[in-house]
């Protein structure tokens, strides 16, 4: 009996809602241990551990780029600056081009079908297809990753397909041939406010040809956080900061291999006292790479996201794409808080889950395990008395579900159990629970629940996917939001 325990991994962090009027100059949180970054020539930075630089100011003068060296765990970049941030010249943690396949123009050796690499914080792109067995191109990594293309078959002739754009904000573009046969794109993820942090998603890889190998697919745009409890200004004649998805590889051959997807476009958020100036800002999402058949091309992937938060701006240009920004009167929120509420599966049959659940294999329970099996859940910041929904979701078969008894402890820290009876082979498990919040914190919620007073809320989690909540209000409408948003209710408690 094999058994895949998925936790509730909740990531919380929201940007506070304050009454209009109310003077709070923002604070970006640095300790300053890092100093002053002022590079003068053009430089490549490798991201800490913790993926934070805790600056005093920052200074990039015009003619200089900067990028940055993924570090182990490939975190976001995020800057925090006690003073004041200029970018003059350039800050770029844009995904990589796939490479190109064929000899004449391309530059490089041996490096047929490799993927575009994610900027830091984003994803690979998918590996080209080879030659002989296996000529289905990869799938795109993160959450929106393109799929790879194969060769075609009815309503497409044969011929090999190229991999699809990434998703992000929007999904990715698909290739489509006869009725709901095709190469689809990635699915859009994440949300507005970006939270949590996350970057761009990989194109697919494009399927090899009978000769050559399919193309790679860019790398996401990577994802950058600047905080300053100053000023951020960028040049308008200078300034840029580019979280740009990579391009699909080019084929050069002439011998009819695929070429890859594009990768998303990444995030960027900036949260300042005062954002200035009206220089690049960028989070495109790739092109696919060209070929020698048109219809062997990869497609096109989405944007990212980008978001400002301030107290003051003069700012007047548009960024692409369009970025969303805070209300009139709502001043920049945390750039960081603890404390986050969560729910987690501890242990399935006395074995105990691992940490860091993978969804695949998780827990492995021998076969004469008897049934019933007892799924002990553990939570932090969710209001006792709640129960836990247990979903099994096998290989084969309808899924099961089960209601746990009443949450016992505290807000702090709770526990329930649930008894089920597991099918034979593998099987998901998943949970959720929903809990009810006070009229107050209701109202600091209506800002993502179309202006509507939140009751209730639930956390779940998907297959795959990253955590989400979703909002229920007064009026039973059903709202998806980012996780994030529930910091708020469990200030509360």
Known sequence: MKTTARAMAVALGVGACFAPGIASAFVSGSTGVDGAFNPTVTTTVTVPPSGIFNYTSVNIPAGVTVTYARNATNTPVVILATGDVTVAGTINVSGTIGANVGAAGDGALGDDGAPGIGGPGGFDGGRGGLTGSFRTG?????????????????????????????????????????????????????????????????????????????????????????????????????????????????????????????????????????????????????????????????????VGRIRLEYETTNRTAASNPIHTQLLPGVLPGPVFVAGTPTLTISSVAGITAPASPTGNADITLPSTTPNPVTVVFITAGVPVGNTVQLTVTPAFGDRITAISPALTGSTAGATASVSVNLPVGPSVLSAQTTFTIVAALGDLLRNFAGNERVEKVTLVATLGGPSKAKLITVSGKEYEAPAEALRIAALGY
């Open 138 to 302: 990869g799938a795109g990594t993160g959450p929106g990753g393109g799929n790879g293309g194969f060769v075609g078959v009815t309503g497409c002739a044969g011929f090999p397909l190229g991999g699809a754009g990434a998703g992000y904000a929007n999904a990715g573009s698909s290739f489509l041939c006869q009725g709901s046969t095709g190469v689809f794109g990635g699915i859009a993820y994440g949300t507005a406010q970006i939270l949590p942090l996350i970057g761009g998603s990989g194109g697919g890889g494009g399927s090899s040809g009978t000769t050559f190998v399919g193309t790679g697919g860019g790398g996401g745009g990577g994802a950058l956080l600047i905080a300053a409890s100053g000023t951020v200004t960028i040049s308008t004649t200078t300034g840029s900061i580019l979280a740009n998805g990579g391009n699909g590889g080019n084929e050069l051959t002439g011998n009819n291999s695929a070429t890859g997807g594009g990768g998303s476009g990444g995030a960027i958020r900036i949260l300042a006292t005062a954002i200035n100036g009206n220089g690049t800002l960028s989070a495109v999402g790739g092109v696919a790479g060209t070929g020698a058949i048109g219809n062997g091309n990869g497609t096109n992937a989405s």
